[in-house]
């Protein structure tokens, strides 16, 4: 069982930057691959950035290419995403997740452990 708590969300204006934080409980965090998603009002839920068990592989979609980076501390059980040059449409409740999977997959299904969620707005 892993248990993730996200922080680090709030209001920011365009152009900004947060730093959003992943806290996992449970011994095997190193063992999951991770993913941070977004879900804007109105709309579904959609893979963000991954990162690999190993930290060895990142992926991201390409509105956030440049922008994002997700990083793992393994001694500390966080996952972080850092967010920079912030646009209004990156407005969403962002969720990180864990995953049985060794890279990280861009569909929802293959996430096991979901935190609550931190939400993010970014004022034009």
């Given at each position: 069982q892993?248990?993730?708590?996200?922080?680090?969300g709030g209001l920011v204006q365009?152009?900004?930057s947060l730093r959003l934080s992943c806290a996992a409980s449970g011994h095997t965090f190193s063992s999951y691959a991770m993913g941070w998603f977004r879900q804007a009002p109105g709309k579904e839920?959609?893979?963000v950035v991954g990162i690999?068990?190993?930290?060895?592989?990142?992926?991201?979609?390409?509105?956030?290419?440049?922008?994002?980076?997700?990083?793992?501390?393994?001694a500390k059980n966080t996952?972080?995403?850092q967010m920079n040059t912030l646009k209004?449409?990156?407005?969403?409740?962002?969720?990180?997740?864990?995953?049985?999977?060794?890279?990280?997959?861009?569909?929802?299904?293959?996430?096991?452990y979901w935190g609550q969620g931190t939400q993010v707005t970014v004022s034009s």
């Amino acid at each position: 069982q892993v248990q993730l708590v996200e922080s680090g969300g709030g209001l920011v204006q365009a152009g900004g930057s947060l730093r959003l934080s992943c806290a996992a409980s449970g011994h095997t965090f190193s063992s999951y691959a991770m993913g941070w998603f977004r879900q804007a009002p109105g709309k579904e839920r959609e893979f963000v950035v991954g990162i690999s068990w190993s930290g060895g592989n990142t992926y991201y979609t390409d509105s956030v290419k440049g922008r994002f980076t997700i990083s793992r501390d393994s001694a500390k059980n966080t996952v972080y995403l850092q967010m920079n040059t912030l646009k209004p449409e990156d407005t969403a409740v962002y969720y990180c997740a864990a995953s049985r999977q060794a890279w990280a997959p861009h569909e929802l299904n293959e996430y096991v452990y979901w935190g609550q969620g931190t939400q993010v707005t970014v004022s034009s």
